[in-house]
């Protein structure tokens, strides 16, 4: 069970727009930035998005993150097949002398 | 460019302790710069986060596995270590290493990750 609870799976067609939600609380995503990152099979994860919607250089601007009170989302927009991938939503968070917690990953699926 | 390698036992019994090693290239883990993170991926689930350390030697562990978790630090060498006592196969996983900047804290770059698994 993971602290930050994004849905399992997700799909869509080239060219669609996909978003994908990361939901936590107040001591986790509603006080600190979150940061995904992409997981292509049989690879170590990449960092995607940091401080809630900011992209690290070399992340196609097609990638774009946001955040709203205790969420966050993760959009991805003129979908390729390249983006099938699990992605997690991750924050640090303040109770129990903080520590890092992840989402449990979603599954994204190109049609 | 900084580059992390995750190294040790593939196979640890039911009960012992799994002992990795992340050896640090291209930049000093003494540096100040960065913490230093473990986090793990059962087969087909999601990521853990293990704990941290920092060069100072402070850390910051999962409470889930606070009670069985220490992780240091070998400036010397330019490697850090992960130990987890009274594994059972629940803790079977590949075992990442990763850093941290002290200033951006992102997960970046990460090791290419190492599989453990517990069996007798």
């Known amino acids: 069970q993971s602290v930050l609870t994004q849905p399992p799976s997700a799909s869509g067609t080239p060219g669609q727009r996909v978003t994908i939600s990361c939901s936590g609380s107040?001591?986790?995503?509603?006080?600190?930035?979150v940061y995904w990152y992409q997981q292509l099979p049989g690879t170590a994860p990449k960092l995607l998005i940091y401080r809630n919607n900011q992209r690290p250089s070399g992340v196609p601007d097609r990638f774009s993150g946001s955040k709203s009170g205790t969420s966050a989302s993760l959009a991805i927009s003129g979908l390729r097949s390249e983006d099938e991938a699990d992605y997690y939503c991750?924050?640090?968070?303040?109770?129990?002398?903080?520590?890092?917690?992840f989402g449990g990953g979603t599954k994204l699926t190109v049609l | 460019q900084v580059q992390l390698q995750e190294s040790g036992p593939g196979l640890v019994k039911p009960s012992q302790t799994l002992s990795l090693t992340c050896t640090v290239s291209g930049g000093s883990i003494s540096s100040g710069s960065y913490y230093w993170s473990w986090i793990r991926q059962p087969a087909g689930k999601g990521l853990e986060w293990i704990g941290r350390i920092y060069t100072s030697g402070s850390t910051n562990y999962n409470p889930s596995l606070k009670s069985r978790v220490t992780i240091s630090v070998d400036t010397s060498k330019n490697q850090f270590s992960l130990k987890l006592s009274s594994v059972t196969a629940a803790d079977t996983a590949v075992y990442y290493c990763?850093?941290?900047?002290?200033?951006?804290?992102?997960?970046?770059?990460w090791g290419q990750g190492t599989l453990v698994t517990v069996s007798s």
């Open positions: 990763a850093s941290e900047p002290v200033t951006l804290n992102w997960f970046d770059p």
């Open positions: 107040s001591s986790n995503i509603g006080s600190n930035y």
């Open positions: 991750a924050a640090w968070d303040d109770s129990l002398s903080g520590h890092w917690v």
